[in-house]
């Protein structure tokens, strides 16, 4: 929206990103540049030295309650894209995604940041199916224990909002990768301009309590409508179409393939995890 880029703004004055390491966190690096003064860049991970005077580098463990609050120290904002991101064992699950989202919240209350991103998951919903059409208000259907941490996220960010005034934009990102690589791809697909469009918006909108809105590109098939967050003014620029015809040439998936069924796609039938 034309309005939206001409409207005056500050930057922040240290963004805080979390999982930067990581293929998103690569992606986010270099484009939020414009948004802040500072960022801080945080993995598990070690990264390469940050070049510039406007970017450092520290290494945490998100399970590290002490270490998360000595990481949000200073910052006004956080782009909160650290933790495992597929599925795993609950015991796996837990630290970084379930302790670390308290945490990084409890840091947030501590030292006054006002605006979290929050990189939530279609894997919140993803036990409905292709054929339904959900809105923000529709009831979670996590798909696994991963969708589960990322629906225990949401809601600590609704309970921080309600109760200490952190405002949040929980994307449920779909699929965020180059290009879409199966046909679940196709309707779930969201290009990297318009996750930074998604990302740019929820730092800058004014009064965004706890907007949830769906992370997808203008596929042709929509499954998700954003009205509990057009207020984001997100105007998706990209769509999966040009890879359509490559992706329905290729081998055609077993019928009972949940790729081919479920909102979540092959989450729904990971696990169980014993032994
Ligand atoms: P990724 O797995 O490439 O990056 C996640 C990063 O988090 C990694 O660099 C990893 O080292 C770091 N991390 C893992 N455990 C950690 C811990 N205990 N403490 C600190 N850092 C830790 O994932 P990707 O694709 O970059 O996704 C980024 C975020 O967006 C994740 O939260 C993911 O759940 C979410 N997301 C991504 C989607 C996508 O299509 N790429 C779709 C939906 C959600
Ligand atoms: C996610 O939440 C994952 O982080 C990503 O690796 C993909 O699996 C994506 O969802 C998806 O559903 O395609």
């Not at 966190?25 to 003064?37: N, Y």
């Not at 837990?94 to 840091?107: K, Q, T, W």
Request: hydrophobic share 40%.
């Amino acid at each position: 929206m034309a309005e939206f880029d001409a409207i005056e703004r500050q930057p922040f004055n240290r963004i805080l990103l979390t999982g930067a390491a990581g293929g998103l966190g690569q992606v986010l690096r270099p484009r939020v540049r414009p948004f802040a003064r500072q960022v801080r860049l945080s993995d598990i991970s070690e990264m390469a030295p940050a070049e510039g005077s406007f970017e450092e580098v520290v290494t945490c463990d998100l399970a590290d309650k002490a270490g998360v609050d000595r990481l949000v120290e200073g910052c006004d904002a956080i782009l909160h894209f650290g933790g495992v991101s597929t599925e795993h064992a609950f015991e796996t699950i837990l630290g970084a995604n379930i302790c670390g989202v308290f945490h990084l919240y409890e840091a947030a209350r501590r030292h006054g940041v006002k605006r979290v991103i929050f990189a939530s998951s279609n894997h919140v919903i993803g036990f409905y199916r292709q054929s339904d059409r959900l809105d923000g208000l529709s009831p979670p259907r996590p798909d696994s224990y991963y969708g589960l941490s990322k629906a225990f996220g949401e809601d600590m960010a609704t309970f921080y909002y309600d109760r200490y005034g952190i405002e949040t934009v929980s994307i449920r990102i779909g699929s965020s990768f180059p290009e879409p690589q199966n046909v679940r791809m196709l309707d779930t697909w969201l290009s990297y301009d318009d996750l930074v469009q998604l990302v740019e918006r929820g730092l800058f909108t004014e009064q965004v309590g706890h907007t949830i809105v769906y992370g997808a590109s203008a596929n042709r098939n929509l499954w998700w409508d954003n009205r509990y967050a057009a207020h984001l003014g997100y105007a998706p620029k990209d769509s999966s179409e040009p890879w359509r015809a490559t992706i329905e040439a290729l081998p055609p998936l077993a019928a009972d393939d949940p790729v081919r069924h479920y909102q979540g796609g092959a989450f729904v039938a990971a696990g169980p995890f014993e032994g």
